[in-house]
């Protein structure tokens, strides 16, 4: 299954077609099926074709193979686009940045319907590229995101990331009242 996704849109990664079939939005026969499932003539591709808006149309006809596509995309999916490009407070022809909301995840997870990542096609804004995530936020974390639109930006803020040379900071609600006005916190963080 993931070869047939792949000869037919070769652009989409393994990653993003393993964590499709995951969430059981790419289904085989109307069931959920593996990226490494046997196919064969006949069967039945199921999976919204948002999912992969930008990617080349497969040619079914050529495999014998059936993909039912549901061409609008879901209200619920064009408000999360909306908001996202809202909150663009950035953008230039190297990079995109975005103002994340809390509970809006980057990426994809077992209890996340949609994530920035999902939608990274949305947001090519007349370029041909797809832009790249250089660094998460977590899900209930909200702050500047950054989107590489080439490989040379990704290349380079990656390893700006990667150096520990982009500072960082977090504000926090707390409960109480700090006995100082202000210091540095060096435990790590837990969940509550």
Do not use: C, M
Not at 38 to 57: D, V
Not at 75 to 80: D, I, S, T, V
Not at 104 to 124: H, R
């Amino acid at each position: 299954l993931d070869r047939w996704f792949h000869r037919h849109y070769p652009e989409v990664s393994f990653t993003l077609i393993a964590k499709l079939l995951r969430k059981k939005q790419i289904k085989l026969d109307g069931q959920k099926a593996s990226p490494s499932q046997r196919i064969s003539t006949h069967q039945q591709i199921t999976f919204r074709s948002a999912l992969f808006s930008g990617y080349a149309e497969p040619s079914h006809k050529k495999q014998g193979l059936q993909a039912t596509k549901r061409q609008e995309k879901p209200p619920a999916l064009q408000a999360f686009i909306k908001k996202i490009k809202e909150r663009i407070i950035y953008k230039d022809e190297n990079l995109i940045a975005i103002n994340k909301p809390v509970g809006a995840a980057v990426q994809g997870g077992t209890k996340v319907a949609v994530s920035i990542a999902d939608i990274l096609d949305e947001l090519k804004f007349g370029s041909d590229l797809t832009p790249k995530i250089v660094h998460r936020l977590d899900k209930g974390t909200s702050g500047v995101l950054l989107l590489a639109r080439n490989n040379a930006t990704a290349a380079a803020l990656g390893d700006l990331f990667k150096r520990s040379k982009v500072a960082k900071r977090y504000l926090a609600i707390v409960v109480g009242v700090p006995r100082r006005p202000s210091g540095v916190i060096t435990f790590p963080i837990a969940k509550a």
